[in-house]
């Protein structure tokens, strides 16, 4: 089942001043620099609020919006990029986008449901938390939720198990693994035994040449 979006906005202003000083000051003040891509257009340098972009970027980047440029146009975009130091975000990169172009986007997924083989014994392993997929921007799911509460152990699931929105396309193979059942590793209890055993009277002969080695060392 896909996830719907909803529109959200981003203003921007454009940037004058490119030195590093300029960018210290942006960022004391609030202010995330950042640039704007488009397949047809020069690239444009822009600040943004750094909360309002935590609003937009929380979303996911499969998620377009209207950036809005102060004294210019609004047009949809993308985040492409972000840039981060110690875990701040120091720069971001978006991507222009044509509502009347298909873009590649990657939309998170969403596993729900609590699997029969996780009853049985089993472990749900995730191989995969997002999905690559081509389609309108207006087509595009914000995310993707996937029930996996008939998955048995030793069942997997895989790309061609998702149900895709109408006009959107899957990227990649069908074949890829998303998440699996597997059942947790079985230790022999035998085994373990004689490998104590073996590893105490191992134990034993080093413990007695311990003991002649350090006799010799004390002489």
């Given at each position: 089942m896909a996830t719907n979006h909803q529109t959200q906005q981003l203003d921007a202003s454009r940037?004058?001043?490119?030195?590093?000083?300029?960018?210290?000051?942006?960022?004391?003040?609030?202010?995330?620099?950042?640039?704007?891509?488009?397949?047809?257009?020069?690239?444009?340098?822009?600040?943004?609020?750094?909360?309002?972009?935590?609003?937009?970027?929380?979303t996911g980047r499969s998620e377009f919006f209207d950036l809005r440029i102060e004294g210019g146009e609004t047009f949809p975009a993308l985040i492409k990029d972000i840039q981060q130091?110690?875990?701040v975000v120091v720069h971001v990169d978006f991507q222009k986008v044509s509502k009347n172009k298909p873009i590649r986007v990657k939309v998170p997924l969403h596993l729900s449901g609590t699997a029969k083989g996780t009853k049985a014994g089993g472990i749900l392993q995730v191989q995969a938390t997002e999905l690559e997929v081509e389609g309108l921007p207006d087509n595009l799911p914000a995310g993707i939720e996937v029930d996996v509460t008939e998955l048995g152990?030793?069942?997997?699931?895989?790309?061609?198990?998702?149900?895709?929105?109408?006009?959107?396309?899957?990227?990649?193979?069908?074949?890829?693994?998303?998440?699996?059942?597997?059942?947790?590793?079985?230790?022999?209890?035998?085994?373990?035994?004689?490998?104590?055993?073996e590893s105490e009277?191992?134990?034993?002969?080093?413990?007695?040449?311990?003991?002649?080695?350090?006799?010799?060392?004390?002489?």
């Open positions: 940037r004058e001043e490119f030195t590093r000083a300029s960018l210290r000051l942006l960022r004391q003040g609030g202010r995330i620099p950042a640039v704007i891509y488009g397949a047809q257009a020069e690239s444009l340098p822009i600040h943004v609020d750094a909360k309002e972009l935590a609003k937009v970027s929380r130091r110690s875990g152990t030793g069942d997997k699931l895989t790309a061609a198990d998702v149900t895709l929105p109408k006009g959107v396309t899957l990227i990649g193979s069908e074949e890829e693994l998303l998440a699996s059942i597997v059942l947790p590793r079985v230790v022999d209890e035998e085994v373990d035994t004689g490998t104590g055993a009277e191992t134990a034993g002969e080093s413990d007695a040449g311990d003991t002649g080695t350090a006799d010799g060392n004390d002489a």
